[in-house]
């Protein structure tokens, strides 16, 4: 291959030292999921066209997939690139309904699609994390704080993610309010509640009079529950205290009460949990509990892991399947992080040992000291020649590799290269201390001081 | 979500407990290819279609992009999906030479797509697991070893596999013993010994004839030399006997016995290697080492690793990047293997345990024991209602959950829900056997001895 090459903006790709710090964070989610009994799937990349349109609004950031040798594009089978991880989950529950066990949990991490134009942590092309739990006919409401309990003791096993809100609500106890207002277009004040992040609130209480046909008096009730904000179950009083009156917004103040106090064990000060009247997620077709979650510091990325409680996840006219689920942006995150932070590995290989070669004639004997160090499970390397043993410690110096192998006439000795201190040692038997034995991450700052 | 659901034809997708399978040969994989120093990464799904159309005889397998909003296909970037994991790499090895160290070892897991007719074993989305050393200039020849070497322990960690073969050939054997016979078109010889697994022998001899223009004493010796294979360096002699002379002859029997000689230690009844000289990987662009490697018992899937010595993988007009690596067929190999033999998991969830709920109220109890079985690593989940035991004990039953966990009178008891055995226990400190921790895989034997 020879070309010119040219990064593709909005598909973002990772140096093997990055990659490190991606493949830690997927393997933290994956043990977290499963600890908490969550089976892992994937389904495939394309569903038929149809399917993902269903959400009108996001039809515009769809890829469409034909093949070079199709005769028209009329032709094809009217497949796209799945844009999230919902559709699919939800056609594969329906597809294979018959063999799962409800309540059915999944955890999925696969890159999705769409065309958007690409800025900070918007790409084309990103992986996202989810979990869910769907029932069949029912899904009782303690799965709620089921998911996000797990999504919380996930988010707190990332070590290296800042401190974080996961923010909560309840479109039952907005829905219950509005309507004890006497509202009538109650999704179309939801949407412009959701503008709230970004347009003045003066301006959001003339689009709800002006466009949702809000009185005044409407207007300041809608904006009063908008500022409601508490890190316990104190906001019932509160919401209580405006004076509105419905059996729904009983239901969802409940929930909601019942869902902050069920992850009070699990906050601390880097992962908090909070109720935040304001969270709508806008056109989503959410029935109960809603999550969006800020990562403090970058506001400017939005939500990095939303979610809740669909009455109806999927539906084949005879079974509906109720679910609750959180998508993480796992991209989203990880390449932000790097990208601000410098956050990188300490070593871009996965050795924690350089086998050194003594001349091309014994590379054998190198090989046969590596496999001995693998039999129980030390990641390591032979050097790609027999150079002199000055520049195999910088070619390992150069990789971040810890460890130097040296066989002679002393018989077999390993140099820790950073310290200079160098040890006789059996390849059967020898480990390094664990802390060296795989790759850490380490931030820009860790990176210069050592350096 | 209701609508018509319709699996697609070379889309496979996997039941959970049948995931299980998957992930832990992925686990395997990674495991072993990370103890060898290789570094992992991942590369976009899509590349300009000019990189994907410059193998032409592909061209016809490629799935192109087309946002559903573009005005136009001729306004689109020129996008296509992938087809194997060899053209994106050796893109990224160019955009990123000056950020990596050569040699550069990676392994790579992703899916690809191709727009193939689809078969048993040949699917329109599949993942590949590939492994590649690549150099800067030079690539010394013992890598082709090591590749080999790689490869082979990580079949050779993977319990599920039939017993299998590698078959290893050499470019420039077949090259140099061709020059020797004094054949001006090697490739085209080359590409129609390749027919040899499909087409019968007289046909090929008729081929080199008419087609390739061999004299029927050239034909002759080309079909000698392919029926050559050995489990050792006895090949050697072998095609000396047949009297053809040339450098590259010599170059490339060395190669191919150091080869064979430097994977000996790894052999066994179920891993095998062998010099098969009739070998030849078509038109691929190899010049050295080649590799395919087939499963006992199952010769229709063809090859299921495949791969090669390239002396130039990539090249960017200034430096260019010599290369070698292997890629495994991951879903063809899993997928066939599952649909073959019905092996599964022993159960379709994560959890060891089941934790038992007394009633509602004291859901959060059962919450608390779990928190402490996963605290020390004990995958688990909590009843989804507080049905009576013994429905709940079914719950465990239906989804293969060993443990069922139950909190009374008598303190906390773990109950073996396969032999009934019930003893006391603590949250904190109880662990199931090893064995129990994670699913494991079954056969359908295996299976149906336990129903």
């Known amino acids: 291959m020879s070309a010119k090459i040219r990064p593709l ?45 269903r959400k009108g609004d996001t039809s515009k950031e ?7 040798q199709e005769e028209s594009p009329e032709g094809h089978a009217g497949l796209g690139l799945h844009f999230d991880l919902t559709v699919p989950f939800a056609r594969y529950v329906l597809e294979n309904a018959g063999r799962l066990e409800f309540p059915f949990r999944r955890y999925q991490i696969q890159k999705v699609w769409r065309g958007e134009r690409p800025q900070e942590g918007r790409f084309r092309e ?5 979990i869910d739990i769907v029932g069949r006919d029912t899904l009782a409401f303690h799965h709620d704080v089921e998911v996000t309990r797990v999504m ?30 006497g509202i009538a277009d109650t999704d179309e004040v939801m949407r412009l509640v959701d503008k709230l992040d970004k347009l003045p609130v003066e301006q959001v209480r003339a689009l709800l009079v002006d466009e949702a046909g809000a009185s005044d008096a409407q207007a300041e009730q809608v904006l009063a529950l908008a500022t409601i904000r508490s890190a316990d ?15 729904l917004l009983d239901e969802g103040l409940t929930e909601l009460a ?11 000060d880097r992962v908090r949990i909070e109720a935040d009247l304001s969270i709508a997620r806008g056109l989503d077709y959410y029935t109960g509990t809603v999550f969006e979650t800020r990562l403090d510091g970058y506001e400017s990325l939005g939500s990095i892991c939303s979610g809740g409680r669909y009455d109806a996840l999927a539906s084949d006219g005879r079974t509906t399947y109720p679910g609750v689920g959180i998508s993480l ?10 990208a601000r932070t410098g956050m990188t590995a300490d070593r871009a290989v996965p050795s924690a040992v350089l086998v050194a070669v003594n001349d091309e004639d014994s590379r054998s004997e190198s090989d046969a000291i590596a496999t001995a160090l693998r039999a129980h499970g030390v ?13 195999q410690i910088r070619y390992a110096e150069r990789r971040g590799i810890p460890y130097v192998w040296f066989t002679g006439e002393a018989g077999h000795q390993v140099k820790d290269i950073r310290t200079g201190e160098q040890v006789a040692a059996d390849p059967d038997t020898w480990a390094p201390p664990h802390d060296d034995l795989r790759p850490k991450v380490v931030s820009r700052t860790d990176q210069e001081q050592k350096q």
Do not use: M, W
């Open 126 to 130: 990103f992986t996202q994390a989810d």
């Open 379 to 391: 990641p390591c390397e032979v050097a790609a020649s027999a150079a002199k043993f000055g520049k």
């Open 62 to 68: 769809v890829y469409l997939l034909r093949r070079l």
């Open 258 to 268: 019942a869902l902050v106090a069920g992850c009070a064990d699990l906050v601390d």
């Open 9 to 53: 903006s909005g598909f973002p790709e990772l140096l093997p030292a990055q990659r490190v710090v991606e493949q830690q964070v997927v393997d933290t989610l994956r043990q977290t999921f499963e600890l908490h009994g969550f089976a892992g799937i994937e389904t495939r990349a394309v569903e038929p066209l149809d399917q993902l349109l």
């Open 233 to 247: 179950a104190s906001f019932v009083d509160r919401v209580r205290a405006l004076g509105v009156e419905h059996p």
């Open 152 to 181: 919380l003791d996930a988010l707190s096993r990332i070590d290296l993610l800042p401190s974080l809100r996961l923010q909560v609500n309840n479109r039952k106890l907005i829905q219950g309010f509005y309507a004890g207002l």
């Open 329 to 338: 942006g796992l991209s989203r995150l990880v390449v932000t992080l790097l």
